[in-house]
């Protein structure tokens, strides 16, 4: 894949090689050379990872700044229903967060929670006519979209073939403002504000393909400190609120089976029990349900790498703020003919070894044999997560042997080995201190 | 080109790892790009094949051997034997203790499913010296 199409970056100044990000990548994307980290762009899903976990905040999201707005003559701020944890104290009434966010510079507002909750209303009506494929995968993260794409393609039939939120939404949102101001569609701009890199990502994807609405995606993160302050001078908010509290809770964990009404269910989040829940599907180990919700993120999007505030007290906030919320969305003109996908989701070959099957078998012998001689300690000193990816390395011609520390070594050794020690002695130095640590 | 051959063994009576072997093969054959459909049958008649060592043998060894065409697995245990293998075969007859069905296994349903995911399938078995199973899946049937 293009690098341009990808969110999640390095800062090569501020990497120090430490490795700690290439064993947490759950695509196995990121390899240490020269002392910098590297992200093989082919493997990397955009799910922050790397962001969350590097100590030296050496991975960034590549999003846009606030200076977009000036490209649109009318901008509509589409906040992630995640946003609405961020701010301490405010726990009854969310017009304050919108409002403030026409007074950091956006023309108007439209809440995705809006979006989100009408597709809930129509993922429960699709579920109820599916038979076949059930269970029906949720794609509102695009990092599971990716994943499964990649990762688990016999289970692209279950995905649910809609818009996600944030793209329905930005549609709605997009058509009422033509009708409000009478403006071209290029003067309006819709902008996304978002919890993670991901989001960035699909935006790109989808306008690579020309079929996105959201003109541009800002980190919630990006905006925080400004929109905070904004919070505090809001006196009287505007009445700028649409949706009910179900699509609100789209911002959390479960919150979308919620909002949908399906009680045979099934939600995960976090990358590692996504993975797990996908095994066992694959494997028909899961029970039969109809519905199942993955988050990439812990928590569900108030997890998402480029939020502020701690997941767990965005939640309580949230559900202090759904309370608030009236049940039911208002009852505005929905354009619901509007939610499927333009074009179906494929499956993206980029983890094979090879694209030619005969090949890809004489690669992998090839790997297992050059794995054969790495120790097996998976211990990451060579820049690559485990001792298979090296291998797989050294057989495609990226990696040398000589990256792994305990090949450098042997080779050390026999060469140590046949001189002469100072001493004058012919006992080989260094072989007797491994001698001696093996007996250890 | 030659077939690659992939061995392990399967240890006894540990359910925590049960599943193990089948994930690692499943995931090799993803790697080197087998459709996915043909990937998906091989775990899924690979995981019941290791259950059942794990279950009612004595764990085992299992030899996959894979080329463009075909992929071929060999199930071998020193285990009881089955007796009838007609009435093993059949849906829902199962010999599993009261203890195993706690655990979700013991529907019967295990030696159908290889055959229904396989493309062929052999069983040979002897009381008291152990089955060897061998399937086959081709890539394109
Ligand atoms: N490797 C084996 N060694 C000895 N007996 C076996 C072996 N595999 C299967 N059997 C016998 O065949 C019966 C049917 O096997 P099958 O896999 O179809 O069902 P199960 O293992 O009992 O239940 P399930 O697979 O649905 O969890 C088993 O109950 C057992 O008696
Ligand atoms: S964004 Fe995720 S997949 Fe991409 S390199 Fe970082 S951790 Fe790996
Ligand atoms: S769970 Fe939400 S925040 Fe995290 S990657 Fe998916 S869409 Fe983004
Ligand atoms: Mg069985």
Redesign the interface.
């Known amino acids: 894949m293009n690098d341009k199409l990808h969110s999640v970056k390095l800062d090569k100044e501020l990497c120090k090689g430490c490795t700690t990000c290439v064993k947490r990548c759950p695509m196995e994307a990121i390899r240490v050379r020269d002392k910098h980290a590297i992200i093989i762009n082919e493997r990397c899903i955009d799910c922050g990872e790397c962001i969350r976990v590097c100590p030296h905040h050496a991975k960034k999201a590549v999003v846009d700044t606030l200076d977009v707005l000036k490209n649109f003559e009318y901008t509509i701020a589409l906040p992630a229903p995640s946003l609405y944890g961020q701010f301490k104290g405010i726990l009854s009434d969310r017009n304050v967060i919108l409002t403030a966010l026409k007074h950091i510079g956006f023309s108007t507002v439209f809440e995705v929670s809006a979006g989100a909750e009408a597709i809930s209303t129509l993922t429960n009506r699709e579920i109820r006519k599916s038979k076949e494929n059930l269970p029906i995968i949720s794609t509102a993260c695009p990092t599971v979209v990716r994943i499964i794409r990649m990762?688990f393609?016999?289970l692209i039939p279950h995905l649910l073939d809609f818009r996600s939120p944030m793209e329905f939404t930005a549609r709605w949102a997009k058509r009422l403002a033509q009708e409000e101001t009478g403006l071209p569609l290029e003067k309006i701009g819709c902008i996304f504000i978002s919890p993670c890199p991901a989001k960035a990502t699909a935006v790109k994807l989808a306008s690579n393909a020309d079929h996105s609405a959201v003109d541009a995606v800002i980190a919630i993160s990006e905006i925080y400190p400004k929109l905070r302050t904004a919070i505090k001078r809001v006196i009287v908010p505007e009445d700028l609120a649409v949706s009910g509290s179900p699509g609100m809770g789209w911002a959390v964990s479960g919150g979308e089976c919620k909002a949908a009404a399906i009680s045979d269910n099934l939600s995960a989040d976090g990358m590692e029990n996504v993975i797990n829940i996908l095994?066992a599907l694959?494997?028909?180990?899961l029970p039969s349900v109809d519905f199942i919700e993955l988050n990439a993120c812990v928590g569900g999007c108030v997890g998402g790498v480029l939020t502020v505030e701690n997941p767990f007290i965005a939640r309580g906030r949230i559900k202090h703020l759904m309370k608030a919320t009236a049940p039911v969305l208002r009852p505005d003109q929905c354009p619901i003919d509007d939610v499927n996908w333009d074009h179906s989701v494929e499956?993206d070959?980029s983890?094979?070894?090879?694209?030619n099957?005969?090949d890809?078998?004489?690669l992998?012998?090839k790997i297992?044999d050059i794995e054969s001689r790495l120790n097996g300690m998976d211990c990451g000193a060579c820049g690559a997560p485990s001792c298979h990816a090296l291998a797989e390395d050294i057989a495609k011609g990226f990696a040398t042997e000589d990256q792994c520390i305990f090949i450098v070594r042997e080779k050390l050794q026999g060469l140590l080995g046949q001189h002469e020690n100072p001493d004058g002695t012919a006992e080989p130095a260094v072989a007797k201190e491994a001698e001696s640590e093996e007996q250890a | 080109m030659e077939d690659l051959h992939l061995e392990f063994t399967v240890v006894p009576d540990d359910f925590t790892r049960a599943g193990e072997v089948s994930g690692k093969v499943k995931k090799t054959l993803k790697d080197l790009g087998f459709p996915p459909l043909v990937v998906r049958r091989t775990a899924i008649a690979m995981y019941e094949a290791e259950i059942n060592m794990v279950i009612h043998a004595n764990g085992g060894k299992i030899t996959v051997t894979i080329n463009p065409d075909v992929i071929t697995v060999v199930f071998a245990d020193s285990g009881p034997g089955i007796p009838d293998i007609g009435l093993a075969m059949q849906e829902g007859w199962s010999t599993a203790s009261e203890e195993i069905r706690d655990m979700g296994f013991g529907a019967g349903m295990g030696l159908p499913n290889i055959k229904k995911s396989s493309d062929y399938m052999d069983v040979q078995t002897e009381l008291g010296v152990g089955t060897t199973i061998t399937i086959k899946i081709f890539t394109n049937p």
Do not use: G, T, V
């Open positions: 990762r393609p016999s095994e694959e494997n028909e180990e499956f070959p983890l094979r070894i090879d694209s099957l005969s890809a078998i004489s992998l012998a297992r």
